[in-house]
């Protein structure tokens, strides 16, 4: 039998000790870079430089939110404080269509006005930003389910694409003197992240709205339901939400047949919305008589 399986992502792996670390490595390096691209004169640079200072800012607050998260839950905040990570993804998120926006403005002001370029600086320094960046994206590779940490990621692979096409516009302006391809790439890279940063916008305002997970369908879940629990005769006021992508929550309320044992069609409930759904976190509303909710709708499983 097939039926929809909510899509959530594993835990991520990734500690608050790797993020401190491709913290510090980023706003190390983002200075040195900072210093060459204006002594360069090089746009990809200080667009790379400038890219840079939001990661390190992005790791931070990825770094905070995640052990921010970590806070038991409370009365003010009886889910606990998970939903931070999704809040600091979209922060995140804007950042990046900030820096995709600047450095658009700024490449059209080099099409206007070219500004001369000292192309060894500018590849030296590229070729080890290029590394530093490496370096940070290994770091943060294994915990891309979390989406937290995947904005963070989006930030440094937006890095090593701005190394990579400074370190190709150096090689064309040592060989040509070609100085618009400086600006060119500079568009390039700019689209690029331009696209990353509406992915992640997309998916945290998603969840901050309270949307449904992806994958959801409320219908086949009633029906499997009713097939599947004896005690079980209709399914209705299905609602779904994530408190983060790794963690889905589901209420509903279930109409019991007369004579059913209440506590093992609960338990039998629960343990396939958990094992076949991927719903770890339910409650389930049992009702014997019609749905006392003002706006309730009609059985799913009708």
């Not at 937290?148 to 003197?177: E, W």
């Not at 009702?287 to 006392?292: A, K, R």
Request: aromatic content about 6%.
């Amino acid at each position: 039998m097939h039926h929809t399986h909510v899509s959530h992502t594993p835990s991520s792996s990734t500690s608050p000790s790797h993020l401190a670390l491709a913290f510090f490595l980023t706003a190390g390096f983002m200075g040195i870079e900072a210093v060459a691209g204006w002594i360069s004169g090089s746009l990809a640079l200080l667009a790379d430089a400038g890219h840079m200072l939001t990661d390190a800012a992005s790791l931070g607050i990825a770094w905070g939110a995640i052990l921010f998260g970590k806070k038991t839950a409370d009365h003010a905040r009886s889910f606990g404080y998970r939903r931070v990570e999704v809040l600091a993804a979209w922060i995140n998120g804007l950042s990046l269509v900030a820096i995709a926006f600047f450095i658009c403005i700024e490449a059209v002001r080099r099409f206007m006005v070219p500004v001369a370029i000292e192309p060894r600086i500018m590849l030296g320094t590229a070729v080890i930003g290029l590394f530093v960046n490496i370096i940070a994206f290994r770091i943060l590779h294994a915990g891309q389910n979390n989406i937290n940490v995947k904005a963070a990621l989006m930030h440094v692979a937006g890095d090593i694409l701005g190394s990579l096409a400074a370190i190709a516009a150096a090689i064309v302006i040592s060989l040509t003197g070609f100085m618009a391809i400086d600006p060119i790439l500079s568009l390039l890279v700019a689209a690029i992240i331009g696209w990353s940063a509406w992915d992640i916008l997309k998916r945290t305002t998603h969840i901050l709205l309270e949307g449904s997970p992806d994958g959801f369908n409320p219908a086949p879940i009633a029906k499997r339901l009713v097939d599947a629990v004896p005690g079980i005769a209709g399914v209705h006021h299905v609602h779904a939400w994530s408190i983060t992508p790794e963690t889905p929550i589901l209420t509903l309320h279930v109409r019991l047949c007369e004579g059913g044992d209440m506590q093992e069609s609960l338990a039998a409930a629960k343990h396939i919305l958990e094992h076949e759904f991927g719903f770890a976190h339910t409650v389930i509303q049992p009702e014997t008589q019609d749905c006392m909710e003002t706006r309730c709708v009609a059985d799913l499983s009708a």
